[in-house]
């Protein structure tokens, strides 16, 4: 069985762009969230959706976003980058709410 | 609100040491508890959990203990190996809270020389 998927990689991007980050979670997992990974910060939740449903959020501005289809893949976005926004970032999926998680290797954001 | 603190690394041991990667926490209630582990390169993996007050979660060697009076779950392992080294991350997830916004520790970088 597939593991999630994160793409792309790695990403470089420069102050003031936008950015659409892609996940896409272990067949048949209906949940997925997003964390940022930072030396300074360490792990911080941004959103989880379940079924195309926003259920939690996390302390971040509204320039992050996201969003889940109906396939279960998941998307987040980040505008208007600040250098801050550089970051791993984590998706992680489950297959009901209380299963544990399943983290993808990430995507690397440098912001420049 | 939620918290969890780690010991801060870098650890370095040697192979066939003992290791112990402190972690307590504060919550209200009875949260549940896990360490996960992320090898270079690579995502979290779940390592371990507990659910509940004295449950012992154990997995490849590693184990750690729910203990309730002390806010802790310590993880431990009795003879480390070279594969071994990775940064160990305690997490826990609040009463009532989904396990999606799981609350994280800092993390703790362990290196095992052979």
């Known amino acids: 069985k597939a593991g999630v998927t994160q793409t792309p990689r790695y990403l470089i991007k420069t102050r003031g762009q936008q950015v659409t980050l892609s996940c896409s979670p272990i067949?048949?997992?209906?949940?997925v969230s997003w964390y940022q990974q930072t030396p300074g910060q360490g792990l911080q939740f941004l959103f989880e959706?379940?079924?195309?449903?926003?259920?939690n959020k996390g302390n971040f501005p509204g320039r992050f976003s996201g969003r889940q289809f109906s396939n279960s893949r998941s998307e987040m976005n980040v505008s208007t980058l600040e250098l801050g926004d550089s970051a791993l970032y984590l998706c992680?999926?489950?297959?009901?709410?209380?299963?544990?998680?399943?983290f993808g290797n990430g995507t690397r954001l440098t912001v420049t | 609100g939620n918290s969890v603190t780690q010991m801060e690394g870098p650890v370095t041991l040697s192979e066939e040491a003992f290791l112990t990667i402190n972690c307590t926490y504060t919550?209200?209630?009875?949260?549940?508890l896990f360490w996960y582990v992320q090898y270079p390169g690579e995502g979290l993996q779940l390592l371990l959990k507990?659910?509940?007050?004295?449950d012992k979660g154990s997995n490849k060697g590693f184990e750690a203990t729910y203990r309730k009076e002390t806010t802790s779950f310590h993880l431990e392992k009795g003879s480390v190996q070279v594969s071994d080294s990775a940064v160990y991350f305690c997490?826990?997830?609040?009463?009532?809270?989904?396990?999606?916004?799981?609350?994280f520790g800092k993390g703790t970088k362990l290196s095992v020389k052979p």
């Open positions: 507990a659910t509940k007050a004295d």
């Open positions: 959706y379940f079924s195309e449903t926003q259920r």
């Open positions: 997490a826990l997830k609040g009463n009532g809270g989904s396990q999606g916004n799981l609350i």
């Open positions: 919550a209200t209630g009875y949260p549940s």
């Open positions: 067949s048949g997992h209906r949940s």
């Open positions: 992680a999926s489950r297959p009901e709410i209380n299963s544990p998680l399943h």
